[in-house]
């Protein structure tokens, strides 16, 4: 038998021709079928509870102390602590334990509160109130106790609970119109059908006696996709069995509109919905400093080791010789004598390990968090960041995440209410070269009927009258918008004459733009009434159209077109589409003018549409019919089919015009972008969108620019290529430019230069993820990378939330390993802001998934801005430095100890007192460096927003490179060294001081420890740029506390004190002169060469940072394509370069003469005006041709 043939057979019976996986079965309100139908399984299914936190009150003690030790610090003093409490050793296991509790006590109460901030959350979202329908009945419970098969009832403006099949709604037809704002964030309206055999059911009773059962495929995250059927059963007759898609399906986040009430059967609950298939798990995120302080460790973890090796190897050289191993003074018992010698050196080996433990500073670790802590309520106090608007300011869900903000390389973010306000606005028509505008601004007044002004020349003829109204008869026709139901008002009274305006829905927000344009210009569209379209004309007369054919949308056309008959018994076809879909297909009309035009408006980043139209005569009609009708009935290939026919209808169309339609940005998101870009950060748009809606805000703001090379790898392209030509093909094109020339990767683009851009849809993405048949998927997925690199703008549309998650990845994890941040304002984002190293929630109308979800959440696009370009570099800045100090003050620290050794037989004897290895990184020299992390501004806050490219400076963990921590390291060493052997040889000679007292063994380590205090405190110190009366205090207060503390420690017997090594030494040593010229001559020589080091690096190889700070201005190109608008509109800001003088009259061109001129007022080949030159005669104010911006 043909196994082929059993398998397919199977395949189809059990997976059907939907690709099944698995199914589920659930009961409609748990009843039980009839009997003798199909057998009762009752399944189990999660409740209803959603799920964001990260620990439980079980889990979080052991969980949490887990993640801690998993940092090499906190392990190793655990380790340490344990050493000290088993074997005898130097210093108290007090010295490491009470840190080490401090640090863990503090980290989990941090991140212990921010977690139960998250249950707080979903606990809000878990008890909400819920109705559902019990023995016909209507109940109230909390969210969280749904099951799988309850029957719900949800009322208008409300949450859909989980996902729910659609049952019936209070309209007859059976519809209902949801907004999915906060799942793939649309806000427009998108309509729902109820199941053709349930849709009557308008009561409790009737929905509570219902019968039936559905059958669907188990939960997936696939937003667009949903298969099943649904048995409905009655008392005499076999059950009906109707398909299930996803139009019958409602999903948990999305809203009901437009519709009193809906009653729907629970699908998929809780964790199961599609809505939270889509969240990632969460995992804990690590900023790249907090890699590279683990690597840091490693190192002195490695020094340590060595330098306890070399101090046990040398100790037993020492006592080779049996008087140093036994004097008289210290003789051995003979218990001792008879130790196995490894495990006296081991123990030997261990103590020295605890000696010098404190060249890793537990105390590091406790300042990090407290200055992250901290240093997150300067983002959530920032009035700079707080929206008036909608009354909310910035928040930060986890503060260890902070440095990261100024260490971003790629910025992944969602287009529809994130860049957009998404809020269409109609601008203008076209209509056979003739431009018309509602509302036309003159001289500050508004001009009355200004509706129909014709903008370029004289009125239109009588010919060109009836095409106007033509094509506004088209607008007002040609989509699939509703009108809300308003009982109140009748469709005729819904006029502007009436006073009132009708209020619109549709599932594009173009479509209600273009109808509320029109209605602007004098015709308005009424309601769609028994298949009649009923329009309102400029006479107010009403019009009355019968809707014989709606020839739907589609990507692949990507056109739209009706069929309606006019009262006289006239056929129109209107048709209405992009540009490159509708010129083909017209044989009449003044394409040049308006091709033109809509060239002029994509220019703007304005959304265009052409329009045409075609009468048919009555045969003409029934073809189509029957064409249309036998594509309809098709059971295979459907589509093509369709598609076919529709190739067949819509052509030979004459051209009536075009439409420009605004989809608003957010205030200042171009220039946000642009100040990003500048800053060396690629910004990607990750969208599910369609591609020309996306490309076009893309223009808006400003990421596409005029000669940007549009490169695309849509699922289009791949059908009429392979995958694998068309990578290679687009890898040739980028890689041949890049090749052929060079360029600063951050520099304006050259007029030489190729600008490219890519745009890639979720299908084609789904492919170059996909494994290749050999079973390799890496080669594409390099291959795509190369090509994203070479591109200087990257658009993913029609983007399902894991597959921007994947995108995400995908950078991520690249062989630069690129720190990336996400940014979306709706629960479709969630994934990618999970998935990148930084994830930003914003702050929207599409409800508050995204921003409970992310890192930190912001009000508007536009603060993105500050939070990298400002907080993120500082925040950068004064972690990198408190690292680095930390490091360079514990080898001041350590390092004379271990040279000490030498000169005590290395016996393990301390130079410092306890107190002073206890209060050393705890108090003496904690305060100032922690005010440091906190207070620090290298330059301004001005500089940093008005100069972007300053963020270059830290980029890529400039400041925690390991040159950079060699160069701290080798600085303590020098350091350490001046300390022991200056003092050394200050004391050499003056060991006796004026009344003949000897100074011992604690003055010397006091006097190294004195000046060791006192060079770290004042390198700090100079290191300082913003001093404020608080640094002041601090650190000249840190340095007035040691002394203070020093002559009381030193300066009163104790009484719980055993004994007493430090009484009157700190007091002695100062009654020495030796002793004070020896500070400050130590502390002059431990601070120069750094000193001269920043001087000489200052003069000769200045940073940019280096040369704000120097107030040396370099001179720069004349207006780069990167120098934001504002700058150039600015009175401050003078240029004699030709773009800024375009860009100066481009903002004053709404004049009415402007609009007289077709297209004659083009603006220079580029945005940018980085490639354009000064004149020689003003070569005065543009030294080098070149010309300063005020910075």
């Known amino acids: 038998m043909d196994c082929s043939l059993v398998r397919t057979l199977v395949h189809r019976y059990c997976a059907g021709e939907e690709n099944w996986v698995d199914s589920r079965t659930i009961y409609v309100g748990h009843r039980e079928p009839p009997p003798g139908t199909e057998a009762y399984i009752p399944q189990r299914y999660p409740d209803n509870r959603i799920v964001s936190s990260k620990y439980t009150f079980w889990n979080f003690i052991p969980k949490n102390l887990f993640e801690q030790f998993r940092r090499v610090a906190n392990f190793y003093f655990l380790i340490i602590f344990l050493v000290q409490l088993i074997i005898d050793t130097p210093t108290s296991p007090v010295t490491s334990g009470l840190p080490l509790f401090f640090v863990i006590t503090v980290t989990a109460i941090k991140q212990g509160y921010e977690d139960w901030l998250r249950h707080k959350a979903d606990n809000a979202m878990?008890?909400?109130?819920?109705?559902?329908?019990?023995?016909?009945?209507?109940?109230?419970?909390?969210?969280?106790?749904?099951?799988?098969?309850?029957?719900?009832?949800?009322?208008?403006?409300?949450?859909?609970?989980?996902?729910?099949?659609?049952?019936?709604?209070?309209?007859?037809?059976?519809?209902?119109?949801?907004?999915?704002?906060?799942?793939?964030?649309?806000?427009?309206?998108?309509?729902?059908?109820?199941?053709?055999d349930t849709k009557g059911f308008h009561t409790e009773e009737d929905i509570g006696g219902l019968h039936a059962t559905i059958e669907c495929e188990q939960p997936q995250p696939d937003l667009y996709k949903f298969v099943g059927r649904i048995n409905v059963y009655s008392d005499l007759n076999d059950p009906v069995v109707r398909p299930l898609g996803s139009e019958n399906l409602l999903l948990r986040g999305a809203t009901l509109k437009n519709t009193e009430k809906i009653f729907g059967v629970a699908i998929y609950t809780g964790m199961e919905t599609k809505m939270a298939l889509n969240y990632q798990s969460k995992s804990q995120k690590r900023s790249a400093v907090e890699k590279s302080m683990n690597a840091f460790l490693v190192v002195y973890l490695c020094i340590l080791i060595s330098k306890a090796l070399i101090n046990t190897a040398l100790k037993y050289v020492w006592q080779s010789e049996p008087f140093r191993d036994e004097p008289w003074y210290n003789q051995k018992t003979e218990s001792e004598r008879q130790r196995n010698l490894f495990l006296k050196a081991f123990t030997d080996f261990l103590a020295f390990m605890v000696l010098f433990n404190y060249i890793i500073p537990v105390s590091m670790y406790v300042t990090v968090e407290m200055q992250k802590f901290l240093g997150s309520y300067f983002i959530t106090w920032d009035e700079d960041m707080f929206d008036e608007e909608t009354g909310e300011g910035p928040l930060v869900n986890t503060s260890d995440l902070n440095e990261e903000l100024g260490q971003v390389e790629y910025i992944f973010t969602d287009k529809t209410g994130t860049l957009t306000e998404n809020n269409m606005e109609f601008k203008e028509c076209c209509i056979e070269g003739h431009v018309y505008v509602p509302h036309v601004i003159c001289n500050g007044q508004v001009l009355p009927e200004s509706s129909g002004i014709d903008m370029?020349?004289?009125?239109?003829?009588?010919?060109?009258?009836?095409?106007?109204?033509?094509?506004?008869?088209?607008?007002?026709?040609?989509?699939?918008?509703?009108?809300?139901?308003?009982?109140?008002?009748?469709?005729?009274?819904?006029?502007?004459?009436?006073?009132?305006?009708?209020?619109?829905?549709?599932?594009?927000?173009?479509?209600?733009?273009?109808?509320?344009?029109?209605?602007?210009?004098?015709f308005t569209y009424l309601r769609l009434k028994d298949n009649y379209m009923e329009i309102l004309n400029r006479e107010n007369h009403i019009e009355r159209f019968e809707l014989l054919e709606i020839l739907s949308f589609d990507s692949v056309r990507r056109r739209m077109s009706v069929i309606v008959k006019s009262a006289t018994g006239e056929i129109y076809l209107f048709c209405k589409g992009a540009d490159s879909s509708i010129f083909p297909r017209v044989i009449e009309g003044k394409v040049d003018q308006i091709r033109a035009r809509v060239e002029r408006n994509a220019v703007e980043g304005l959304r265009t549409?052409?329009?045409?139209?075609?009468?048919?005569?009555?045969?003409?009609?029934?073809?189509?019919?029957?064409?249309?009708?036998?594509?309809?009935?098709?059971?295979?290939?459907?589509?093509?089919?369709?598609?076919?026919?529709?190739?067949?209808?819509?052509?030979?169309?004459?051209?009536?015009?075009?439409?420009?339609?605004?989809?608003?940005?957010?205030?200042?998101?171009?220039?946000?972008?642009?100040?990003?870009?500048?800053?060396?950060?690629?910004?990607?748009?990750?969208?599910?969108?369609?591609?020309?809606?996306?490309?076009?805000?893309?223009?808006?703001?400003?990421?596409?620019?005029?000669?940007?090379?549009?490169?695309?790898?849509?699922?289009?392209?791949?059908?009429?290529?392979?995958?694998?030509?068309?990578?290679?093909?687009?890898?040739?094109?980028?890689?041949?430019?890049?090749?052929?020339?060079?360029?600063?990767?951050?520099?304006?683009?050259?007029?030489?230069?190729?600008?490219?851009?890519?745009?890639?849809?979720?299908?084609?993405?789904?492919?170059?993820?996909?494994?290749?048949?050999?079973?390799?998927?890496?080669?594409?997925?390099?291959?795509?990378?190369?090509?994203?690199?070479?591109?200087?703008?990257?658009?993913?549309?029609?983007?399902?939330?894991?597959?921007?998650?994947?995108?995400?990845?995908?950078?991520?994890?690249?062989?630069?390993?690129?720190?990336?941040?996400?940014?979306?304002?709706?629960?479709?984002?969630?994934?990618?802001?999970?998935?990148?190293?930084?994830?930003?929630?914003?702050?929207?109308?599409?409800?508050?998934?995204?921003?409970?979800?992310?890192?930190?959440?912001?009000?508007?696009?536009k603060h993105l801005k500050k939070m990298l370009l400002v907080h993120g570099h500082f925040y950068y800045i004064r972690i990198s430095e408190l690292v680095q100090y930390f490091f360079y003050k514990n080898v001041c620290f350590i390092f004379p100890q271990f040279l000490y050794q030498f000169f005590c037989g290395f016996s393990q004897q301390t130079l410092y007192d306890t107190a002073y290895l206890t209060l050393y990184n705890i108090s003496f020299t904690s305060l100032p460096i922690l005010l440091y992390s906190l207070m620090e501004q290298h330059v301004g806050i001005d500089v940093l927003k008005r100069d972007p490219t300053l963020y270059r400076d830290v980029a890529k963990n400039a400041l925690l490179r390991w040159r950079v921590f060699i160069y701290w390291t080798l600085l303590g060493l020098f350091d350490a060294l001046v300390f022991f052997f200056g003092a050394y040889f200050v004391f050499e000679n003056t060991t006796v001081t004026s009344n003949g007292q000897i100074f011992g063994n604690w003055t010397f380590g006091t006097l190294v420890f004195t000046v060791m205090v006192f060079t770290v405190t004042l390198k700090l110190a100079l290191d300082t740029h913003y001093w404020t009366w608080i640094n002041h205090f601090v650190i000249w207060g840190s340095l007035l506390f040691y002394v203070v503390f020093s002559l009381l420690w030193g300066g009163v017997i104790w009484p719980f004190l055993n004994y007493q090594r430090m009484y009157y030494v700190f007091i002695q040593m100062l009654s020495s002169g030796p002793a004070w010229l020896a500070i400050v001559l130590l502390v002059t020589v431990s601070l120069l060469p750094d000193v001269l080091k920043k001087?000489?690096?200052?003069?000769?190889?200045?940073?940019?940072?280096?040369?704000?700070?120097?107030?040396?201005?370099?001179?720069?190109?004349?207006?780069?394509?990167?120098?934001?608008?504002?700058?150039?509109?600015?009175?401050?800001?003078?240029?004699?370069?030709?773009?800024?003088?375009?860009?100066?009259?481009?903002?004053?061109?709404?004049?009415?003469?402007?609009?007289k001129e077709k297209v004659s007022t083009e603006p220079p080949s580029t945005l940018g005006g980085s490639h354009h030159r000064c004149s020689s005669k003003l070569s005065h104010s543009c030294p080098g041709s070149r010309v300063g911006m005020l910075v």
């Open 126 to 196: 878990n008890q909400c109130p819920v109705h559902f329908i019990q023995h016909g009945k209507l109940v109230r419970k909390q969210s969280r106790k749904l099951r799988v098969g309850d029957i719900v009832m949800v009322k208008e403006d409300e949450t859909f609970p989980c996902d729910l099949i659609f049952l019936s709604s209070n309209r007859g037809d059976g519809t209902c119109h949801v907004t999915t704002a906060s799942l793939d964030g649309e806000s427009s309206h998108k309509t729902h059908y109820a199941v053709q």
């Open 456 to 522: 370029i020349d004289s009125s239109p003829s009588v010919n060109g009258r009836e095409r106007e109204e033509l094509f506004f008869r088209a607008l007002c026709l040609c989509h699939t918008v509703q009108v809300k139901d308003d009982d109140s008002v009748d469709g005729p009274r819904k006029s502007p004459d009436g006073g009132k305006s009708c209020v619109y829905i549709s599932s594009s927000p173009d479509e209600v733009a273009l109808v509320e344009g029109v209605q602007r210009l004098g």
């Open 609 to 861: 549409l052409c329009v045409a139209y075609k009468r048919l005569i009555q045969e003409e009609y029934e073809g189509i019919c029957k064409l249309l009708q036998a594509a309809k009935v098709a059971l295979q290939d459907r589509e093509k089919k369709l598609a076919e026919a529709y190739e067949q209808i819509e052509k030979d169309l004459t051209l009536l015009g075009a439409t420009a339609v605004e989809d608003r940005l957010q205030e200042k998101a171009a220039d946000t972008i642009e100040a990003l870009q500048k800053a060396g950060i690629k910004v990607w748009v990750l969208t599910g969108d369609k591609m020309e809606t996306a490309a076009a805000t893309c223009y808006a703001c400003k990421l596409f620019r005029r000669n940007t090379q549009l490169l695309e790898l849509t699922t289009k392209r791949i059908e009429e290529q392979s995958l694998h030509d068309v990578l290679f093909e687009l890898s040739k094109t980028v890689l041949r430019h890049s090749g052929s020339l060079t360029r600063d990767n951050f520099s304006g683009l050259s007029t030489d230069m190729q600008d490219y851009g890519l745009i890639i849809d979720g299908a084609a993405l789904s492919l170059i993820m996909k494994p290749r048949e050999d079973g390799s998927s890496g080669n594409y997925r390099e291959l795509f990378l190369e090509i994203c690199r070479s591109c200087s703008a990257v658009l993913c549309c029609r983007m399902a939330p894991l597959q921007k998650a994947q995108i995400v990845k995908l950078i991520k994890l690249s062989k630069e390993h690129p720190i990336t941040l996400a940014i979306g304002d709706g629960a479709n984002d969630v994934s990618m802001i999970l998935e990148a190293h930084v994830g930003i929630g914003v702050i929207g109308k599409e409800g508050r998934q995204a921003a409970r979800n992310s890192d930190y959440a912001i009000p508007k696009f």
């Open 1095 to 1155: 001087v000489l690096c200052r003069q000769l190889w200045p940073t940019a940072t280096e040369r704000v700070q120097n107030g040396c201005t370099q001179p720069r190109d004349c207006d780069s394509e990167f120098t934001p608008l504002a700058s150039l509109q600015s009175p401050g800001y003078q240029s004699t370069c030709p773009s800024a003088a375009w860009y100066s009259s481009r903002s004053q061109q709404v004049t009415l003469a402007a609009w």
